[in-house]
């Protein structure tokens, strides 16, 4: 077998549906019908699910460290708003996809500043826009409601359908079935020619640009890519909870965010779906034990995660299953170690 | 006209201030190529340092400094010795997860223990009100602010140029792996200037408590001016960032006093088209390596 075949049938077995990620999404749609009384919570995990894999696109994929990304989710969630109250698009959906589009093309023009410079200069420059556009948005508030948001949302049924319910029932189905749908168009992306490239440039630029890949081109895509994802999750936020306040911008977000995704792991999508789960599970734990100072807790478990190194983690997690599938079926370690991680 | 002085004067003091709670942060940036999220931290603890003696237990405000400088610097070097040097050779994420960790438990950490509610530092008498200096108001607090700084940074310069101890770390600074092959003990001159430039936050926390305000939030809230000041003016002397927190602080203050609807969208808006034109900061050779 040639080289270049012998990379092609590996790749082609990494996009294959393994059973693992099938019975994930079973899990998912289980949840929705195990525990009726949780939608809120399970809608807040979907949400922020969407968020960390259009961060994952970038950092995992892209190797672009930001800190920032709140900025693509607020413009999203502030766009899903005004367009709800002012009635320009009513229907939920369709806007949705409109404030993920907004998003997008603030993405496209700020992915020419974050592709210019180093590490650092990109964690600036990515963390002064999320900081411009909060100031933007306290400034002019008579479009943004300032300081008090956006209030008197009304959502009209989705698709005219499906009206939203107080208990979230619609609205969690709405959000995990966008999730899966923007989901599956990732999959398929990363794991398409120009997802490996980026693999590549994430490994090393140079020599990524050595072979031909056009680099800032293929960062540029994946960045609009991502600030799409943020839009559309940003929208689902205010969509869902009907609000959308100066918070959305703010710099916890994205640094919650970042959490999220080192807890699940980055580089293999499923990262920001299972970081999402654990986070806000943690975050209920800490609130319980402590409701005022949870930060606390949040801010040591991701100091003890980067002294005990996020590689290692990982593996320690993954022990027991691989052992288990390892013992059961004779094969090698079927849930696998995420890319970025392996050693 | 003499609103101009005025803002200028203050504009001045607060550059002044900035540059004291961030010439640590120049260090770590750019010696050892550190991404410290947390400075603030080492600001806000020197800060409460100064405002626990001063208001509980009487202690007068000048003998408080030299303590919030101690306590900072204490801290600082215990945190450099036991975690932040398992962290150098990381790359960006890890530093900055770490980072931000750090700052999300100093927040909640001060919340718990000293409130969430804004601090003031009781300052002398002498230190209150203006002087009329040719019809210009000068405040006396940042008259005496831009005294303690403009010595601070005087003397920083010279030892940085003249002393033994200033010619290694600007060698380490350099290149240093050919720092460390002529003999230069890099982790020990790496973990002096980090802890001294954590103290000089702590000074500077105390110091600014008056016009910054001091409190739980300091480190999120004024992040943003250090990393400013060090990634706009670089990282490879002492100058490039001096001028950078005198720049932001003149036009920060002029800013909020001419423009003031438009808050800090001047600030950043200058900072992301500094950063556009040249990278590596405005007075920097190689600030982002």
Not at chain 2, 114 to 133: K, N
Not at chain 2, 137 to 143: P, Q, V
């Amino acid at each position: 077998m040639t080289a270049q075949a012998d990379v092609g049938y590996h790749a082609r077995q990494h996009a294959r549906w393994h059973w693992s990620e099938i019975a994930f999404w079973s899990l998912a749609l289980a949840c929705a019908f195990l525990f009726p009384s949780r939608y809120l919570i399970m809608t807040d995990i979907v949400r922020l699910a969407l968020f960390a894999l259009s961060l994952d696109l970038i950092l995992g994929y892209g190797g672009i460290v930001s800190l920032g990304h709140a900025a693509f989710f607020g413009v999203g969630a502030y766009t899903a708003g005004l367009l709800a109250l002012h009635g320009v698009i009513a229907e939920p959906a369709f806007a949705l996809v409109a404030s993920g589009l907004v998003a997008m093309a603030l993405g496209f023009v700020t992915s020419f500043l974050v592709i210019r410079g180093a590490d650092l200069t990109r964690l600036m420059v990515t963390l002064g826009i999320a900081l411009l556009l909060e100031a933007l948005a306290e400034r002019f508030s008579d479009i943004t409601g300032g300081t008090d948001g956006l209030q008197g949302i009304e959502m009209q049924p989705i698709l005219g359908l499906f009206a939203f319910d107080m208990f979230g029932k619609v609205g969690f189905f709405y959000c995990l079935a966008i999730l899966f749908a923007l989901f599956l168009l990732a999959r398929r992306i990363v794991h398409s020619p120009f997802g490996l490239s980026l693999r590549a440039i994430r490994n090393n630029p140079l020599r990524a640009a050595a072979i031909g890949i056009p680099v800032n081109k293929r960062l540029i895509a994946i960045y609009t890519l991502a600030a799409f994802y943020a839009g559309i999750a940003g929208a689902l936020f205010t969509q869902s909870t009907q609000l959308a306040s100066l918070d959305v911008f703010s710099f916890e977000r994205s640094a919650d965010l970042m959490l999220v995704l080192v807890i699940g792991g980055t580089g293999y999508l499923y990262g920001g779906l299972i970081g999402a789960v654990v986070f806000r599970m943690l975050q209920e734990v800490f609130s319980t034990i402590t409701p005022q100072y949870w930060q606390f807790w949040i801010g040591l478990v991701l100091v003890v995660i980067v002294l005990v190194g996020r590689q290692r983690l990982h593996r320690w997690v993954l022990w027991a299953p691989n052992l288990v599938i390892r013992q059961l079926s004779g094969r090698k370690a079927a849930v696998v170690v995420p890319e970025s991680d392996a050693p | 006209m003499t609103s101009l002085f005025t803002n200028l004067f203050d504009g001045v003091a607060y550059g002044m201030l900035l540059f004291v709670l961030a010439c640590g942060l120049a260090v770590t940036l750019g010696l050892m190529n550190f991404v410290n999220l947390a400075h603030g931290a080492f600001a806000m603890a020197g800060g409460y340092v100064c405002a626990v003696l001063v208001n509980q237990s009487g202690w007068p405000f000048f003998a408080a400094l030299p303590l919030a400088f101690v306590s900072s610097a204490l801290i600082g070097a215990v945190l450099e010795r036991s975690l932040y040097r398992h962290l150098y050779h990381r790359n960006h994420l890890d530093q900055v997860l770490f980072s931000v960790g750090l700052v999300f438990m100093s927040v909640a950490a001060v919340d718990y223990i000293m409130g969430s509610s804004r601090v003031f530092i009781r300052i002398p008498q002498a230190l209150e009100g203006q002087i009329d200096f040719f019809g210009v108001g000068i405040g006396r607090y940042r008259l005496m602010i831009i005294v303690i700084c403009g010595l601070l940074t005087a003397s920083l310069q010279l030892v940085l140029a003249r002393t033994r101890f200033g010619s290694r770390l600007r060698a380490a600074v350099d290149d240093p792996r050919a720092a460390s092959g002529l003999g230069i003990n890099v982790p020990q001159v790496f973990a002096f200037t980090f802890a001294f430039g954590c103290g000089l936050a702590g000074l500077g926390g105390a110091l600014s408590a008056e016009i910054l305000g001091l409190d739980p939030y300091f480190p999120l809230k004024f992040m943003i001016y250090f990393l400013i000041v060090v990634t706009v003016g670089g990282s490879s002397s002492i100058t490039g960032p001096f001028l950078a927190s005198l720049l932001l602080g003149i036009g920060d203050v002029a800013g909020k006093y001419y423009v003031p609807k438009l808050g800090p969208f001047v600030i950043y808006t200058i900072m992301i088209v500094i950063l556009i034109w040249r990278p590596n900061g405005l007075f920097g050779r190689t600030a982002a390596r």
